[in-house]
């Protein structure tokens, strides 16, 4: 049976701060530069979700990608769109907030609400210049 991969795009806005709270100013300020402004920055943030599986002969969808969406609105986007990742969002507590950090939550929130499809990657950019990958392992 062929595979086929699916991808939706989803986008929130989130203000957030880079640093180590266990670290001084100065080595917080030398390793992360201006994402430790103490004051917040914030990022409009593109998450694209790709699910894979076999492609339903009733529907000829692997999943249909609306309820892709509505399960990453309900599950993160909600949670997160316009807030303070370091200070409003349960899941991001304890973590410093980086993207790398941001995908791994993400990844850990929608793996088990996509059935009958399979999450294999998702993709977060945080501007238009960089993004990282996470495929489960
Ligand atoms: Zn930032």
Redesign the pocket.
């Known amino acids: 049976m062929p595979i086929v991969t699916a991808t939706r795009l989803v986008r929130f806005n989130a203000a ?1 701060r ?1 640093y180590n709270p266990t670290w001084s100013d100065e080595r917080n300020q030398a390793t992360f530069g201006k ?1 430790n402004n103490p004051n917040w ?1 914030g ?1 409009n943030y593109t998450l694209e979700i790709a699910v894979e599986g076999s492609v339903d002969p009733d529907t000829g969808y692997v999943i249909d990608l609306g309820t892709v969406k509505e399960v990453a609105e309900r599950e993160l986007v909600r949670h997160i769109d316009h807030k303070n990742l370091n200070l409003d969002v349960p899941f991001m507590q304890g973590t410093i907030p980086t993207t790398e950090n941001l995908v791994l939550a993400c990844w850990r929130i929608l793996a088990p609400h996509l059935q009958p499809a399979r999450l294999v990657r998702l993709k977060l950019w ?1 501007t238009e210049n960089h993004y990282v990958e996470y495929d489960g392992r």
């Open positions: 957030h880079v994402c920055h990022h945080e």
